[in-house]
């Protein structure tokens, strides 16, 4: 029986370290996206540098001995975010969304019509904060005080005068 737990663990172990790399793998790949989107010396140079991170993280995590600490990076890293990860397969997968607007000009059109909405939309909320945080701050400057009150169904800041008494 004792046997039989030591194999399972050490399954887990070579699971979770597969896991790891594959994480780690795709973080070097996003690293060298990022760096075919840029001309700036000063980035290129940090990008170059996580991804020699991630080379030197994924040689640690196959000479981690202890699978407490393996479940430890797993808990902190990975349990409760697998939703990102089905969010991912579904989009892609989703009928009539990814392979339609890929394969057809119609639905091409369609993707590319929605995607320029949600960019103005984004456009539209970005300026709308930035706004809001002026106001702010003006405000912080004018000795006003700002304060959390419930509306529309959510927590918003809102501007309060000092009154004096």
């Known amino acids: 029986m004792g046997h039989k737990n030591e194999r399972k663990l050490d399954v887990q172990k070579t699971k979770l370290k ?16 990022q760096l075919t989107l ?8 940090g990008l170059k540098h996580f991804i020699k991170e991630s080379e030197k993280a994924q040689k640690i995590v196959n000479s981690i001995v202890h699978y407490e600490i393996l479940v430890n990076l ?13 969010t991912l397969v579904r989009t892609i997968c ?14 091409f059109e369609e993707f590319l019509e929605k995607e320029k909405l949600a960019k103005v939309k984004s456009e539209e ?7 809001k945080e002026e106001m702010f701050r003006k405000a912080k400057e004018q ?23």
Request: no cysteine; aromatic share 10%; charged share 35%.
């Open 18 to 33: 597969a896991l790891f790399n594959e994480m780690i793998s795709v973080n070097i790949a996003i690293m060298e996206f």
């Open 94 to 107: 989703k009928k009539d969304t990814i392979v339609k607007w890929d394969r057809t000009k119609k639905g």
């Open 38 to 45: 840029t001309d700036k010396e000063e980035e290129i140079k």
């Open 143 to 165: 000795g006003k005080k700002i304060e959390m009150v419930f509306a529309d169904g959510k927590l918003q800041p809102t501007i309060v005068d000092n009154k004096s008494n």
């Open 125 to 131: 909320e970005a300026k709308e904060m930035a706004a």
């Open 74 to 86: 797993y808990n902190s890293f990975v349990n409760s975010k697998e939703i990102f990860y089905l």
